[in-house]
């Protein structure tokens, strides 16, 4: 196990404040790209609460895009997009949304992860 350190005050993830979660990697691009969880159709499909979770992906920065906007709340050390309020997560190795007010477990697709993804800043 390791020791979690104790988190500085002033850094892009403080509680309750808005940023972006943009890629290292892609900074040679024209344009930004960032994390962006969205798709309208499954969120409104039937029967969601069998899987309760969105894909996320990496897209063009829009300023005003609330799919892209995410804060973090260091009390329970969760990250939450602007549009649903929704956590970030992981399932199934890759970063999706979760709707745990919609969680049944046992409604739940038996792949899903039930346990919430705990974030920190690492600097």
């Known amino acids: ?11 892009s993830m403080q509680t309750d404040k808005c940023m972006y ?3 290292e990697a892609a ?3 024209g344009t930004p790209l ?5 798709n309208e159709d499954r969120i409104n499909e039937p029967g969601f609460n069998y899987f309760p979770a969105v894909p996320c992906y990496l897209d063009e920065w829009v300023k005003e895009n609330q799919h892209q906007q995410f804060s973090y709340e260091e009390h329970n050390q ?3 997009d602007a549009k649903h309020d929704w956590e970030l997560c992981v399932q199934f190795g890759r970063l999706a ?3 745990w007010d919609n969680y049944v ?3 739940a697709h038996p792949s899903f992860s039930s346990s919430h993804t705990a974030w920190y800043y690492d600097g």
């Open 78 to 80: 969760t990250i939450k």
């Open 105 to 107: 477990e046992s409604h």
């Open 1 to 11: 196990m390791t020791e979690q350190i104790e988190q500085p005050v002033t850094t």
């Open 97 to 99: 949304l979760c709707d």
């Open 21 to 23: 979660l943009h890629s």
């Open 27 to 29: 900074e040679e691009e």
């Open 34 to 38: 960032v994390i962006t969880c969205e």
